[in-house]
């Protein structure tokens, strides 16, 4: 019996980061696919700025059929982020992992969708969430339920929560591509705003 | 066991400008051994007035040496060239430049510089929003080749196929730049800058 290895590409290829309104381009370094199966790619995204109008974010997938060089990437997949406006909301009370499932916020949030524990402060303790039911109350003091437990602790002087945030994978084969890269381009209109991004890569590698 | 990836030398559509009307055809690519065939198309119109659909890249499976099977055919639709040009000379490596001629535009875009030199003819990906012509622009990889002064710069596509290879043996790759027409149907002539490299996944080691 055959199996496949796999693995967690670390550290990301493109970090958790803050990218600012009118950034031309943020791209990852090179990686060497040239005897990978496959990949899956993990696009973290979410509006740090209540910007109305906004104009989208997009993520590209580039592969190169040579070994070196810049001179040969092609777009594998390119996909755009949504523009609508977040409803930014401070928390009410601090969010812990010990408290783990419900929040009170300020923002009147719509169940099914993600949010983002924005901390400006240090970007990398921001936290993607996926909410589950809103049980009203009114501002300040929205009770979201998340689907799981919170990872880090969010106060409410380092917190702002932005709804419309996302997360999406990507399943890319990979079977005729030397090389792999992303880019995220934050410069694609007149109305571009600032936005936090983490793209994640895993690959499939050999059977065993 | 793990993918043994190999590019085809040459390019079975090598990069070139191709007159209106022109036919590249790649010859039988033996695919025999092969599971899959990814192909990398580079492809720039160097004409700047709209044209509604035009240019054909072919994919054919061929069996025997009857009428090849269709794969995939790609086709331009919508099609209007911007164009630019250096009004300084540029230095390879640079990673900024003030185009002229290039009016508002989105980004990301590709373009193909067209130095009068064809072995410094180069793919930009331009990759910041400009709003006229004389601004900035910034490409996300630096200039590999010097330009002079005046070398122009068109608007251009990339894109990726990738094609299953595993239930026939031969293959071959058409560029049909023919059959160029207006909105209203018209015949026109488009000349284009086109490029197809091809790598063929044929072992598991």
Redesign the interface.
Known sequence: MSSLNKTNVVPDPIAIQLITA?T??V?SSVIDM????SMSVFWDFSPAANTAGATST?L?MQ?S??DAG???????QDWLSPTAQSAAGALAVDATPLSPQTISVAANISPNTYILFYEAGVIANSEWAFVVANAGGGGPNYTLTLEQTLVRNHTIVNTVVHSYAARWKFDI??????RVRF?L?N????T?RDVVCRVGLTTL???? | ?????A?IIPDPVPFQYLATNTVIDSGDIDVSGA????L???WFVKDITYRHYGGMIHVFAKTSQDAPYVLVQLTGTGLKSRTGSFPVPALAGDTTANLTGVGPT???MWYVVDDADPAKR??V?V???H?GSGDPQ?F???L?FPHAGATPLWQGM???L?INCYSYKTMKIVYDNRRWQTIGGADVTVPVFVEI?????SA?T
Not at chain 1, 187 to 190: E, I, K, L
Not at chain 2, 1 to 5: F, I, L, P
Not at chain 2, 197 to 201: C, F, Q, S, V
């Open positions: 009118g031309a381009a791209k040239s005897t990978k199966f997009q590209s592969g059929f040579k810049d001179d040969a990437w092609v777009p594998l084969d990979l079977s005729t591509i030397k880019c381009f410069s694609r209109g007149a571009n590698d050999s059977i065993a | 066991m793990a993918y043994n990836k590019l599971f899959s065939a990814g990398f198309i580079s989105v980004a990301p180069e793919m990906q990759c910041k929003y709003l910034t996300l990889d630096p590999q990339r894109h990726f990738r490299a091809m790598i063929l996944n598991l």
